[in-house]
């Protein structure tokens, strides 16, 4: 996802219409829409409840954190004005994409899939040890059981989808935003 919405903040760079900036503005949106959820399920394969909470607050510090630098950043892209005749605009959806595109990359290579699957291609060697992998598990599954129904590897199909949005239960949060 991360990839996806820099390759899309990236490609703003060369807009040039109403349209354009709509079509990019709904992907990106559509695209970066899961990163947090996601970020967030992935830190409950690794961590009990009590521990979450923890880890959730340093995630929402770091994205301030995150925020503060960027915008720092941005001021300082923005004064490329001028270079190679391009805005500044162009320069700061240009860096800023591809950096976000670049951590996408090294985040793909360097974290693991699951607590039982931590090799990667920058990591070639497992971060636990067969027993310490068990003993996270066992934790994992004492604190919430509902966790050993979970199958990371299970992708979403189109039919998960549909049956997600047909689900009237899920339909509160729209009605009270529409009314």
Same mark, same amino acid.
């Given at each position: 996802?991360?990839?996806?919405?820099s390759?899309?903040?990236?490609?703003?760079?060369?807009?040039?219409?109403?349209?354009?900036?709509?079509?990019?503005?709904?992907?990106?949106?559509?695209?970066?829409?899961?990163f947090?959820?996601?970020?967030?399920?992935?830190?409950?394969?690794?961590?009990?409840?009590?521990?979450?909470?923890?880890?959730?607050?340093?995630?929402?510090?770091?994205?301030?954190?995150?925020? !503060?630098i960027?915008?720092?950043?941005?001021?300082?892209?923005?004064?490329?004005?001028?270079?190679?005749?391009?805005?500044?605009?162009?320069?700061?959806?240009?860096?800023?994409?591809?950096?976000?595109?670049? !951590?996408?990359?090294?985040? !793909?290579?360097?974290?693991?899939?699951?607590?039982?699957?931590?090799k990667?291609?920058?990591?070639?060697?497992?971060?636990?040890?067969?027993?310490?992998?068990?003993?996270?598990i066992?934790?994992?599954?004492?604190?919430?059981?509902?966790?050993?129904?979970?199958?990371?590897?299970?992708?979403?199909?189109?039919?998960?989808?549909?049956?997600?949005?047909?689900?009237?239960?899920?339909?509160?949060?729209?009605?009270h935003?529409?009314?």
């Amino acid at each position: 996802m991360m990839m996806l919405w820099s390759i899309v903040s990236w490609t703003q760079a060369w807009m040039t219409g109403r349209a354009s900036f709509y079509v990019t503005r709904a992907l990106i949106g559509a695209f970066e829409g899961g990163f947090i959820p996601g970020t967030i399920l992935f830190a409950t394969y690794f961590y009990k409840t009590k521990e979450l909470s923890v880890r959730l607050a340093f995630f929402w510090s770091t994205l301030n954190v995150a925020r !503060i630098i960027s915008s720092l950043l941005a001021a300082g892209i923005l004064e490329m004005r001028g270079v190679h005749g391009k805005t500044g605009w162009f320069w700061l959806f240009l860096i800023e994409g591809l950096l976000t595109f670049l !951590i996408g990359l090294v985040s !793909i290579l360097y974290l693991p899939s699951s607590p039982t699957n931590t090799k990667s291609v920058l990591v070639p060697r497992p971060w636990y040890t067969e027993r310490q992998e068990v003993i996270m598990i066992n934790r994992l599954l004492r604190d919430d059981p509902s966790k050993g129904l979970t199958n990371i590897h299970e992708s979403a199909t189109l039919s998960d989808v549909l049956r997600a949005w047909s689900d009237k239960s899920m339909w509160g949060g729209i009605r009270h935003l529409v009314s």
